[in-house]
């Protein structure tokens, strides 16, 4: 297949450049009983994340007692990581949705509870305005 559009040609909005766009939104992940162990699966994922955009934050809301040795060595990018520790776990909806319109983190990692239909509407909207993806972590006791 031949590409007419020459080289410098800014794109179209028929055409995509896929290394400029990211998908935002939100997507909601249960955490099962025994949810001491779900660092040793969540934190290759948090250092996947943290190395995809070094312009922008990778926030984790919420993320008590993770030491920074911890961090690196799951070879976690500390540098564009932003922890953010609230003394009130009621704060951590609105937080989640600042976090995610605000537009300065790629990702943000929280865990806001169970969310009802209007909740997650309103996160959905936040990751939208903000071009952020969030991922909201829910515990199943």
Known sequence: ??????ANAAPSAYQRDDRNQQ?????????SNGHEQYLQWLLPMVAHFSHQDDNRWLTW???NGISKQLLERY???????RLIHLKQSQDTLWTSWDALAQGNSHM?????????SNQQQQLQKAAELGNCQGLMLRFRH
Do not use: H, K, Y
């Open 61 to 63: 809301i919420g993320a």
């Open 23 to 31: 998908q935002c939104g939100i997507t909601e992940l249960v955490i």
């Open 108 to 116: 943000v990692i929280a865990n806001p509870g169970i969310l009802n």
């Open 75 to 81: 070879d976690i990018n500390t540098r564009n990581l």
């Open 1 to 6: 297949m031949t590409n007419f559009a020459s």
